[in-house]
């Protein structure tokens, strides 16, 4: 069985950095692509970070850019996102997604981490 | 950017009604479309991909059509635990991948 378990959110000042982890089981983690979305408060969803099976292939969205940097450790398993320069509008549940039936198809979802940046 | 529109914003219907949902994208996504349905204060879930392609473990009352720009969600029969929000996504041109801004499926 998939599964995945988010964690790292937490309360951050504007300006600050945060990193957020996502550890996986139940399927052979090195052969798909992964994926970070969000959701602000009340809001919908917004895709922000892929990264492919080696990390050859890493896309973000525009409003993220410069700032965040998704990564992988294959050997531990694990997704990560480094998020700095941290602004109130960065402010949501960030969700890690597989992509085991494609690339952009995000089939299981982790239960959600909240990142909440104020002063 | 892909934008994907999806209609009605709100869908007020009673258990064992048929619900049709739909979604629109500013330009051909071909059939890279799939549909979440997503729970007050739980994670989304797959419904379908690839336009037609019913995910792991989803009901067959659950079905979706399409292709180029216009794309439907049909519940056959609505069950009580199928009021929640529904979004459409595409993966056909990105970066950057988009949603759309979702349908409040809710009690009649």
């Known amino acids: 069985e998939v599964h995945l378990v988010d964690s790292g959110g937490g309360l951050v000042k504007p300006g600050g950095s945060l990193r957020l982890s996502c550890a996986a089981s139940?399927?052979?983690?090195?052969?798909?692509?992964m994926n970070w979305v969000r959701q602000a408060p009340g809001k919908g969803l917004e895709w922000v970070s892929s990264i492919s099976s080696r990390s050859a292939n890493i896309y973000y969205a525009d409003s993220v850019k410069g700032r965040f940097t998704i990564s992988r450790d294959n050997a531990k398993n694990t997704l990560y996102l480094q998020m700095s320069s941290l602004r109130a509008e960065d402010t949501a549940v960030y969700f890690c997604?597989?992509?085991?039936?494609?690339?952009?198809?995000?089939?299981?979802w982790g239960q959600g981490t909240l990142v909440t940046v104020s002063s | 950017e892909i934008v994907l529109t999806q209609s009605p914003a709100t869908l007020s219907l009673s258990p064992g009604d048929r619900a049709t949902l739909s979604c629109r994208a500013s330009?051909?996504?071909?059939?890279?479309l799939a549909w979440y349905q997503q729970k007050p204060g739980q994670v989304p879930r797959l419904l379908i991909y690839d336009a037609s392609n019913r995910a792991t473990g989803i009901p067959a009352r659950f079905s979706g059509s399409g292709s180029g720009t216009d794309f439907t969600l049909t519940i056959s029969s609505l069950e009580p635990e199928d009021f929640a929000v529904y979004y459409c996504?595409?993966?056909?041109?990105?970066?950057?991948?988009?949603f759309g801004q979702g349908t409040r499926l809710e009690i009649k």
């Open positions: 139940g399927f052979i983690f090195s052969d798909y692509s």
């Open positions: 997604a597989s992509g085991i039936k494609g690339t952009g198809i995000f089939d299981y």
């Open positions: 996504q595409q993966r056909s041109d990105w970066p950057p991948i988009t």
């Open positions: 330009q051909s996504v071909s059939t890279y």
